[in-house]
């Protein structure tokens, strides 16, 4: 009997996937090594990289006035990069405050510039996402969160903007398309939706580098690695690999247009058993609701551990909620298949019949 694996991140990825990188691992095609004994200047290598560039451009139909990036430091370096590259000192950055992960957005953006958080949840421990706030047209950038993997909110749409956007997508990037032109910048880690920890895929249009006065060390400048093709120092050569395989996997389901009826799916499942059972509830505004992570909670505490115990017994892991928000979050990724979220719901039904 398989596991059902709602880890928010590092997450599920494709079987397939898992498969074929374990086999790349051992023996890398005909080459006689493992891919990860091969230098990142080879031929094979270097085919990789290429593949898994064009491979984005192509699912999230990004213009060429774009470049993918392939760097480390998780998308919590980017926290800093952003406004390292992007804002002067004397100049004002809007943020959209919306949980944990931008909360340190925030935080690192101060160390550069003027900041602005023109929109909070806060007041409501980020159970929702704020609309129809005002945006000053002299800020340099906005930054938004899309999907608050802690708190299982996610931006519906985005809002048109008078100002470039920076978007953190690290938890919902490839599970729905959007329009990149939108945007100036696009950053996410791969731990949740697209590959193993220790690449942070960043999307990038050139225009915007090389505008700020502050000297920048070269590994921590965007347009180093826009010149060197993420190949200035060594990338993370197997993590790249891993997402190339996701990537690969997306386009053969059909894309992110599929991806996104496939999440639509899970969360309709998921959301509609939380709404009917008188076991539990959601956290957060139900028009905000994450196609990512379904938070709930139980009505009754006590009951927590006899829950926990039979989600255990069926082989759902990962579900305990971030300490934060506390109950439960089903983390429900582009891999995960609908079958395992109807295991879950099962065993929420049955818990209902056992203990309502
Ligand atoms: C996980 C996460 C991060 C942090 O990612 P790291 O790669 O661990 O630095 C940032 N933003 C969001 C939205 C996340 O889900």
Redesign the pocket.
Known sequence: MSVHNFF??PAILPQEVLKEASESAWRYQDHGLSILEMSHRSKPLTAIFEETEALIHELLNIPDDYKVLFLT???????YMVPMNLLNENETAGYVDTGT?ST??IKEAKLFGNVKVIASSEDKNFNYIPKNYEVPTDLKYLHI??????YGTQMQSFADCPVRMVI????DIFSRPFDITSFDLVYA????NLGP?GV?LVIVKKDILEKVERKIPSMLNYMTHVKKDSTFNTPPVYPIYVSLLTLRWIKKMGGVKVMQERNQAKADLLYGEIDRNPMFYGTTAVEDRSKMNVCFLLHDESKAEAFEAAAKDAKCVGIKGHRSVGGYRASTYNALPIESVQVLVDVMQNFEKQHG
Not at 168 to 171: A, P, R, T, V
Request: aromatic share 8%; charged share 10%; proline share 0%.
């Open positions: 928010a991140g430091g998780g998308a919590s370096s980017q926290f992960w340190k957005a969160t899309s999907n608050n993997t802690i953190d997508m690290s938890s880690g791969a731990q949740k920890a942070t």
